[in-house]
């Protein structure tokens, strides 16, 4: 199915390489064909909407009547533009004096009925379908903590329980990977208040780097580019503050899927990660065949899922 | 007469709080959305959202406006989430900022990053972190850049920072739909 694609700012600095591996599943994946917007604008993030409540609706507006133009649903890869997207669409739609203001604020296009805003694991699950993804390697002996933070289930109402979402975890299943239980899967990273607040943010991610580890996790999943921004790139102030070691790649689903699917390396970005990888992987899925048989599966008794160290 | 006015003991509140009030209006201080906020746990609020809502109710318009509260909120929305009383407590925060922006409460350093990213996006279309990172670190706290100067090499090295702005063809039409966006609001 095509579906218009919204990369967002972050997709073209900070996090690259969730667009990299992203496109690059997408292009194995004969059920996903990803369109990108043209001329896409930045959905406004957290700020917008403190400066002026019209404001992420106007935003967004211009971005989702572009999509309405293609007749496709937009798939959204950063939480930040998903939820606000996903918010207006449904502003939009709901209220008719709300769409008209906003029409009026744009001088080239205009919503008449907002397309449905998706956040990939949601298409990649509920319409392609885990089962259907080709697993050429599969990911044994990684035990992937998935981590949604806030905004891809949050606001509820949407594709998965703000409290004990499943959808990541099945993918990370359907991959072969081990999915690890844990109790922070929802947990704040306190990535939209890291630059202003900095200390409250990094205790928040500390937190949530700890009950990963805690619950045995050797790796954690993201769908979000400040998650992994704080989890990866501060992991080692992190570590420095609580005075411990973490050591745990923090990697987007897209860059785990492409692994799985044994694409081509170069198109996953994996050596953007400042935690990284490779060591990991070369003692899970890139380990030669007879170590790994003769590796006892856990050793370890399973840990508590709500455990802490 | 509305449930706000009936508990309300002080002075009136302002025209802005009205539509805010009518949301906090249902809150019973069951205080679930302070069990669920993780900035809460890291000490983060003056406040907690449970008081907010009191506050609101009893129309402690200053005191709700000069909140710490108000601006360490990581919007997460594990509060609304949990609401049993479905009260968009997230999104009343954010009201709470606009609010107090527009009232000149001094906002820690949340209005610099707010409005800053603000501009970036008026006048690029999209986000420019660099001029974000540095336009905020000028205005909030110029020594910080050597603090910087780790994390920033660090995202040098992994090819992880835009050197050049991008910009949509469309600037133009954005830069009017903020105009008339804001000239709307007023």
Not at chain 1, 24 to 38: G, I, Q, S
Not at chain 1, 265 to 272: I, N, Q, T, V
Not at chain 2, 37 to 42: G, I
């Amino acid at each position: 199915m095509k579906y218009a694609y919204f990369p967002g700012c972050s997709q073209e600095s900070t996090a690259e390489e969730y667009n990299r591996s992203l496109l690059a599943v997408a292009d194995r994946l004969e059920a996903l064909d990803l369109m990108e917007l043209p001329d896409w604008n930045c959905c406004g993030a957290t700020p917008a909407a403190t400066v002026n409540a019209l404001l992420p609706h106007a935003l967004a507006a211009r971005n989702l009547a572009i999509a309405e133009e293609m007749g496709m649903e937009l798939v959204a890869p950063c939480a930040a533009c998903y939820k606000n997207m996903n918010k207006a669409s449904h502003s939009l739609n709901d209220d008719d004096d709300l769409r008209e203001r906003i029409n009026s604020t744009l001088d080239d296009h205009q919503v008449g009925r907002a397309p449905k805003v998706r956040h990939p694991v949601d298409v990649l699950v509920n319409d392609v379908g885990v089962d259907n993804v080709p697993v050429a390697k599969p990911l044994e002996g990684l035990k992937v903590a998935s981590y949604y933070g806030c905004l891809i289930t949050r606001p509820s109402g949407g594709f998965d329980d703000p409290e004990r979402p499943q959808s990541m975890d099945r993918l990370m299943e359907a991959l072969g990977a081990e999915a690890v239980d844990w109790a922070y899967k929802t947990k704040c990273c306190g990535g939209a208040i890291y630059m202003a607040e900095e200390d409250i943010s990094f205790t928040l991610s500390a937190d949530v780097l700890a009950h990963a580890k805690a619950a045995g996790a050797n790796a954690v999943a993201v769908g979000c580019p400040f998650c992994q921004l704080l989890l990866d790139l501060y992991q080692p102030k992190l570590e420095t503050i609580r005075d411990t070691t973490f050591n745990l790649p923090i990697m987007f689903f897209s860059q785990l899927m492409g692994l799985a699917m044994g694409l081509d390396r170069a198109d996953l970005g994996l050596e953007k990660l400042v935690v990284s990888p490779f060591k990991l992987l070369a003692e899970t899925i890139d380990a030669p065949e007879d170590t790994t048989a003769k590796k006892p599966r856990s050793r370890a008794p399973k840990p508590k899922p709500w455990g802490v160290a | 007469m509305t449930q706000t006015d009936a508990i309300r003991l002080g002075a009136e509140t302002s025209a802005e709080m009205k539509e805010i009030e009518e949301m906090a209006a249902t809150c019973y201080q069951c205080g679930t959305c302070t069990g669920a906020c993780p900035v809460v746990a890291a000490g983060g609020m003056d406040y907690t959202p449970r008081a907010i809502m009191r506050m609101i109710q009893v129309g402690m318009e200053h005191e709700t406006l000069s909140s710490q509260t108000i601006w360490t909120c990581a919007s997460c929305y594990a509060c609304a989430a949990r609401c049993p009383r479905d009260i968009e407590i997230t999104d009343m925060m954010t009201k709470l900022r606009n609010v107090a922006l527009k009232k000149g409460y001094k906002a820690r350093r949340g209005k610099v990053y707010n409005e800053g990213f603000m501009s970036i996006v008026r006048r690029h279309g999209r986000m420019y972190e660099l001029e974000l990172v540095v336009r905020y670190n000028l205005l909030t706290n110029p020594l910080n850049f050597l603090g910087l100067l780790p994390v920033g090499l660090k995202m040098i090295r992994k090819g992880k920072l835009r050197y050049l702005p991008d910009h949509p063809q469309g600037r133009p039409e954005i830069r009017h739909m903020f105009n008339r966006v804001e000239g709307d609001a007023e």
